[in-house]
């Protein structure tokens, strides 16, 4: 049955390959939200995929509107939102998070998220280097923010359906 829908935006974050979005779409339809996928909206907006915005504005114009449409998703109507991995790396989006949604990092093992992310080739961040140590440099910088978030869910190897279950009784 579904359960009282939240009135509050979920935001998950988390390093790419987490399953933000296998999660967030799964986790929307049980809390009767919409699901929102943030690289997509930044690919809509920008009439471009995301390793073409990379390789044709460069990672500083990504970003710019990548924090664009954050704001706009995070001021809008209660949503789950799956973000890119490096959307937390702002100061103003981490400030408008905090205030407009509950944040829920997902975390899984640096190997799992290798094995995930080498099935594809759509993140410029990796390409051409070697999945586990680019996610590790990446880890790195990016745990101690991703551990400000309100619930923390630890996603197993392709037990995505507990993960949702994890992180609505943790809501
Ligand atoms: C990025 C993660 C990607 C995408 C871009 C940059 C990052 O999103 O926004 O390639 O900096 O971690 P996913 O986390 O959805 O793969």
């Known amino acids: 049955a579904p359960l009282r829908p939240e009135r509050r935006t979920i935001a998950l974050i988390g390093l790419m390959g987490v399953g933000k979005s296998t999660v967030g779409r799964r986790l929307a339809g049980r809390l009767n939200l919409p699901f929102v996928d943030g690289d997509a909206e930044i690919e809509a907006a920008a009439g471009m995929s995301i390793p073409e915005i990379f390789a044709q504005l460069g990672e500083p114009e990504f970003r710019a509107g990548e924090a664009r449409v954050m704001k706009r998703l995070l001021e809008g109507p209660p949503i789950v939102l799956a973000t890119g991995g490096g959307a937390v790396l702002n100061p103003d989006t981490r400030t408008l998070m905090k205030r407009r ?71």
Do not use: C, N
Request: negative net charge; aromatic residues 4%.
């Open 101 to 171: 949604a509950i944040s829920v990092w997902l975390r899984a093992e640096l190997p799992v998220i290798a094995e995930r992310v080498s099935r594809r080739d759509t993140r410029p961040l990796l390409r051409g280097r070697d999945p586990l140590e680019a996610l590790s440099t990446l880890a790195e910088a990016r745990y101690p923010i991703y551990a400000e978030a309100d619930v923390v869910v630890d996603v197993g190897e392709g037990a995505h359906g507990q993960a949702v279950a994890a992180v609505i009784s943790a809501l």
